[in-house]
């Protein structure tokens, strides 16, 4: 990661805390998590699905830090736009690029739009020299990461991002790989899959989400992918319970007003006009 990115990183980020790790609902959460792990040792504790949090160890009593997760407070690395403008609120907390570069929805078609993986894999000092194709695709796919290289008039912006993680030299898999190979990778690696709760027993499991391919293979392949990234990546074992219930609601840009932000728990901004908001339901404890 460059310098000037890297001083603009909360200092917290970079050191190991006494904290758990919260895992969202898909890959970029559980790929950043296990990048986590294998960096810092974290362990997942609670799981976020927008409507709720559970726990996976009521007796764990640290505070977590939320991956792939756009807190309104609190330790999180996240990858979302949160900013109505350039002078809007942002969590000072949370270690997103989009909000140390003070990319706004005024400025929407700046936003970094790459994981929270790949932000993590460049901020933790992975090797990003000699590389598989597959692992760099990987990084570039998650989240479809990839697809603001291929439009000309975007190009420089997505080259911009890549150079400040550092990554500039990625680019060259983009450049011999067609646009529909991307897509297909990321669809045979199931890459769009959803984590959610299993109804009947309380423990995580992975659901396809639009996916057209069919293989006999149903699951996402954590063994390809840890085989991949060089560590171990799993979904946590054991029951959750759920300890916290939420209201969601999508916004009109215009509606996400300083007391909407107050009450949030977290919200992002899913298109330029349109913003996802989980509230604390009245009566929950915060």
Known sequence: ????????????????????????????????????????????????????????????????????????????????????DAASYKNPDSANINNLLNISRDTYNKKFAMSTFIMLWSLLGMETEGLSDDLIKLLLSVDSGFKGY???????????????????????VLER???????????VNNL??????????????????GRSIKWDQQEVDLDWLSKTVGFKVELP?????EIQKLENEKLEWHELTKTKIEESFSYAFVYKDKVKVSTHMKGESQ
């Open 177 to 187: 790989t067609h646009i529909a190979d991307m897509y297909y990778f990321k669809e």
């Open 150 to 172: 291929y439009p000309e008039e975007y190009r420089y912006i997505f080259m911009d991002h890549l150079d400040l993680l550092g990554m500039s030299h990625f680019a060259e």
């Open 192 to 209: 769009d899959a959803s984590i959610v709760l299993n109804r009947k027993n309380n423990k995580l499991k992975f659901i396809e989400t």
């Open 1 to 84: 990661m460059k310098q000037e990115l890297l001083e603009l990183i909360p200092e917290w980020a970079t050191l190991k805390q006494d904290r758990n790790l919260t895992l969202t609902n898909d890959l970029d959460s559980l790929l950043s998590c296990a990048l986590l792990k294998h960096v810092f040792g974290y362990e997942i504790n609670y799981f976020y699905s927008f409507s709720k949090v559970s726990a996976l160890n009521l007796q764990d009593k640290r505070k977590s830090i939320g991956v792939d997760l756009a807190l309104v407070k609190g330790y999180t690395y996240c990858n979302h736009l949160t900013m109505l």
């Open 237 to 241: 074992k054991g029951e959750f319970t």
